[in-house]
């Protein structure tokens, strides 16, 4: 009953007359534009995702946007706030200001419109979990208006244990003319009793043993409590001939407890060597970032220039460490195994401050009909200084003054064909030393990268597109050495193939499919003594993700139904290269209905996932293991007022 409450919470609330975004009609499938990744409201598709862009994790790397302007995030951005995101990669970059080699996660705010409108959402599952949300949309005068709601999930894991999560967050836009916007906004997630799921490490080169799903194998007492916020500004003005846009944010991340819950040595019928749990707590992820960009474009007969000139910077605030080991000794990976909860004592934390401005300027020129050209250059000022609990030890500084530029075009060879491609080099920060590293959360400075791609774009219809391309990102790579420490290994270069297929077949009939095939290899001095493999941790050759929406009636019926599927080769699960997780593949199948009367619009979605139950694992970039979903399903009902 207690997981039932945030849904007729959500219907308690709802007042008749009005919400947000018409919720009944998102559909992440018809609304792509292509099948490099994208989301709309709770649904997401494609081969890459915010967190996986060509093997590495965009929005750790820096490279978040909130409507084209740098965002520096350090936790997930309230879905009561935007509603999706696209990934800025390959053909997608193309025209994109400063693109960034890792790929840009681009949000789209949710802004008021004209006409009050409420939505309601209710959805039961995964795994028996229940969720609610309401949003509403209220028009104060003709150019000013406000948006936002309020939403949370009890949630069920598939490895067991459970969680609540709490959201809200609003939006004020107002237009004082029909090319000017200034929009304030803020919400926030609230985390609570999610308590740390068990996470293994293979024996060696050892097979993994078949824990049950479903069944919680972790420590009640390793809760994690924590909460976000994020707030800011953007407006676009006129300003004569010239365009003005500028964003300001903060984005932080409070987790007054958190644990680890990590079994080492882990043996084929489960029996585990070491248990150990890391208790944290009192850490702080906290950026204030912005960007003001001047534009000016000129069009002549077919020509079109755009000149940018941007001014961005962050100050990023981390405390971390004064983290505490528990030994709790060997243990079983398939059976429950619950320990009281012993005295903890965290320790003071170490400080992390970075600042980082920079200056750049743009170049754009289109032809109708014959292709285009995107220049940048900028230049970045770094700093990060770690000063250590123990005044006893030195205060670290690092310091960076990267030139970074980029070079891009497209080719239109026919109507119907295009060729492209572009040259970027990047500063990007590097992922926090994982959970089993001696030095647990410490973050090195940020790195400088390359990526070069080029590819094809075919419009096999007016409604069906393919492109295909190839790619090289460069990176240093840092991961644990066999000393548990995390450092520097080596620099990795992930190059690869991609292809998407996207767009309507038939009236009605919609698909968004994309294959990624990754060759990742790692170099370097760790590679050479033979420390490690050539190969990153967790990387996989071959990443399918397959979409199709079939609504019935040539698109007319209220009838719709869809078939995801997703395909992953073997994936590499540790560090010699040794061992590796079966390939997997998935098949979700789910039908929706719609119906309306003059007061609303409904939507019925029902979805089974993972149908076929097919039994695998989720490898960290660290090694460590944790089982994939197993079937479930999801029902949702909602309602536009």
């Not at 080991?325 to 320790?347: E, M, N, Q, T, Y």
């Not at 295009?418 to 647990?440: C, D, K, W």
């Not at 050539?534 to 990443?543: E, L």
Request: aromatic share 8%.
């Amino acid at each position: 009953m207690k997981a039932l409450s945030v849904l007729f919470a959500s219907v308690a609330l709802c007042a008749p007359g009005a919400a947000l975004a018409q919720r009944t009609g998102e559909n992440a499938v018809t609304q792509a534009g292509d099948a490099f990744g994208s989301s709309v409201g709770n649904e997401k598709i494609g081969i890459y995702s915010p967190e996986d862009v060509r093997g590495f994790n965009p929005i750790d790397a820096g490279n978040a946007r909130i409507e084209g302007l740098y965002f520096d995030q350090q936790e997930r951005v309230p879905n009561r706030i935007v509603d999706g995101n696209t990934i800025r990669v390959g053909i997608a970059a193309q025209r994109y200001p400063f693109p960034a080699p890792t790929g840009i996660v681009d949000y789209r705010l949710i802004l008021p419109g004209k006409k009050p409108i409420a939505s309601v959402v209710q959805e039961l599952g995964p795994f028996g979990g229940a969720a609610g949300s309401i949003e509403v949309q209220i028009p104060i005068t003709a150019s000013l208006g406000i948006s936002g709601g309020v939403g949370g999930r009890n949630q069920e894991r598939p490895e067991g244990g459970s969680g609540r999560i709490r959201n809200f967050g609003f939006t004020v836009g107002w237009r004082p003319t029909d090319r000017a916007l200034v929009a304030v906004f803020a919400g926030g997630y609230f985390l609570h009793d999610d308590e740390a799921r068990a996470t293994l490490f293979a024996a060696g080169n050892s097979a993994l043993p078949r824990v049950p799903p479903r069944v919680f194998l972790g420590q009640a007492w390793t809760d994690r409590n924590m909460t976000s916020r994020a707030m800011g500004l953007v407006s676009h003005f006129p300003l004569g001939a010239f365009k003005l846009e500028a964003g300001a944010f903060r984005s932080n991340r409070k987790t007054a407890t958190g644990f680890s819950d990590i079994l080492s040595g882990v043996t084929p019928d489960g029996r585990v060597a070491s248990r150990t749990i890391i208790a944290d707590g009192n850490s702080l992820d906290e950026s204030y970032s912005g960007e003001v960009r001047l534009s000016r474009q000129w069009t002549h007969k077919d020509r079109t220039q755009t000149l940018f000139l941007s001014v961005k910077g962050r100050r990023k605030e981390r405390l971390f460490g004064g983290t505490q080991r528990i030994a709790l000794g060997a243990s079983s990976a398939i059976l429950a195994d619950f320990r009281p909860r012993p005295s903890i004592s965290l320790g003071p934390k170490n400080r992390d401050v970075v600042r980082q401005a920079s200056v750049g300027i743009g170049y754009s020129v289109g032809w109708q009909g014959i292709g285009s050209v995107d220049l940048s250059v900028s230049k970045s000022r770094y700093s990060k200084t770690i000063t250590l609990a123990n005044p006893a030890l030195p205060v670290a500084v690092t310091r960076d003054s990267p030139l970074l530029w980029s070079v891009s075009g497209t080719l239109t060879l026919s109507p119907r064909l295009a060729l492209y491609g572009g040259y970027v080099r990047g500063f990007e920060e590097t992922l926090v030393a994982p959970e089993i590293a001696t030095n647990r959360n410490e973050a090195p400075p940020a790195a400088r990268t390359r990526q070069v791609d080029f590819g094809i774009r075919y419009s096999i219809s007016r409604k069906l597109t393919l492109v295909a391309g190839l790619f090289s990102v460069r990176k240093p790579y840092f991961n644990i050495d066999p000393s548990l420490r995390y450092r520097q290994l080596g620099s990795v270069d992930n190059r690869g193939i991609e292809v998407s297929l996207s767009g309507q077949i038939a009236p009605g009939l919609s698909i968004v499919s994309g294959t990624v095939l990754l060759d990742p290899q790692i170099s370097g001095e760790a590679v050479t003594a033979g420390l490690i493999g050539k190969r990153p941790i967790g990387s996989a050759a071959r990443r399918t993700s397959g979409n199709l929406d079939w609504r019935l009636n040539q698109g007319k019926s209220p009838f719709s139904f869809d078939i995801a599927i997703e395909s992953f080769s073997k994936r590499t699960a540790n560090g010699s290269n040794a061992l590796s997780v079966p390939a997997r593949e998935t098949v979700n199948l789910g039908a929706r209905y719609r119906f309306s009367t003059n007061s609303f619009k409904g939507l019925f979605r029902l979805q089974v996932i993972n149908v076929f139950d097919d039994y695998g694992w989720l490898v960290s970039s660290s090694g460590g293991l944790t089982i994939a979903n197993s079937r479930t399903f999801t029902a949702q009902l909602l309602f536009d007022f």
